[in-house]
């Protein structure tokens, strides 16, 4: 069965990407074969039913996000284009009537509904410090080819390590590796915008009889706390409400602001109810937008969750075609 035949409307897409496109591998490798709940199959039917709703779907300007989806360079490119993409295709299978806003002259929002004066912003979001460290130093320690493991480990979940000090601990384990200094060292991580201030990072090393293989030099120790670290997600993602860009596009009409937080830090071990309790409890009533709303999408769903929270002082016609919103797309929803 060809690739045509497997995913017909990503097919169409694929059609003018080069080999370099983040989903290309994957597409190329996939064969009627391949089991329907296998990771491959299944994140390509994904996209392909995503892609099916919204040109059934007809909105305006669809163009403007299937260009983001050609011109994809890497995995964050294709990410945050599918976090638009997957939030529009939600309204679409709930029968929303929307088109994409026009992205030259004023500025618009990206989703813009037809029939209800309210739109939706989409942002995606990724700080996750300790993912980076990991693949950074198992980057590291492939290179240099020795029989080691480290093993990471900390009270707390860090949500953002900052570059210079990645880049610090890396040069410290690998003289440490090189000197045969193993056993424990603690790293304080300094992070005044966290819950957090002051967080330790024990890193352990152990000297290994053979060269592992590529990739599994690290490994992260469990036991860490979250309370904090879901505290600072929340910060994350209620900092987008004071971009300049996101606010003058709330200012252009009612907008909900709508966060994929999937790849920020583990958002999603939080129920959908629980976010939208903590995200009402934590909206300031100064904002320009109606409510802000997180979405944690995965890759080989073509549905996505999303918890919503209203700003109680909005105006009254915002908050009425929100509250409808949100009933039609069964959001779980707190205010």
């Not at 360079?73 to 806003?101: N, P, Y």
């Not at 929002?109 to 989409?122: G, Q, T, Y």
């Not at 320009?288 to 979405?295: D, H, I, T």
């Not at 105006?315 to 959001?331: M, Y």
């Amino acid at each position: 069965m060809s690739k045509p035949s497997l995913f017909p409307s990503l097919a169409s897409w694929m059609g003018t990407t080069p080999a370099t496109h983040p989903l290309r591998e994957q597409f190329d490798a996939a064969d009627e074969s391949d089991h329907p709940t296998s990771f491959r199959r299944t994140v390509l039917q994904a996209f392909d039913d995503i892609i099916a709703t919204l040109e059934k779907a007809e909105p305006l300007r669809l163009s403007q996000p299937k260009g983001d989806f050609l011109k994809a360079k890497t995995d964050d490119d294709l990410l945050i284009v599918r976090a638009e993409l997957v939030a529009a295709a939600k309204l679409a299978s709930a029968g929303v009537g929307f088109d994409f806003g026009a992205r030259k002259g004023s500025p618009e929002p990206d989703l813009i509904l037809r029939e209800a004066n309210l739109a939706l912003e989409v942002k995606a979001r990724r700080p996750n410090g300790l993912r980076d460290l990991v693949s950074e130093l198992k980057a590291a320690l492939d290179e240099i080819e020795v029989g080691v493991t480290v093993h990471l480990a900390c009270s707390e979940m860090p949500l953002v390590i900052k570059k210079d000090a990645r880049e610090a601990i890396i040069k410290e384990t690998l003289d440490r590796v090189w000197a045969g200094a193993w056993g424990t060292r603690v790293t304080q991580l300094d992070q005044p915008w966290a819950a957090t201030p002051r967080l330790d990072l024990a890193v352990r090393l152990f000297e290994q009889s053979i060269p592992l293989a590529p990739g599994s030099h690290v490994v992260v120790e469990n036991g860490f706390e979250l309370s904090g670290h879901l505290q600072d997600v929340e910060s994350v993602v209620l900092a987008v409400l004071d971009d300049e860009q996101k606010i003058k596009q709330a200012e252009a009409r009612p907008t909900i602001l709508l966060i994929d937080a999937a790849r920020t830090g583990n958002a999603w071990m939080r129920s959908g109810h629980i976010w939208a309790r903590r995200l009402a409890d934590r909206l300031p009533d100064s904002t320009p937008f109606v409510g802000v709303g997180v979405m944690i999408p995965t890759l080989d769903k073509a549905d996505v969750p999303i918890s919503l929270a209203l700003r109680g002082n909005a105006a009254p016609e915002a908050l009425e075609a929100a509250k409808k919103l949100a009933v039609d797309l069964g959001l779980d929803l707190a205010e």
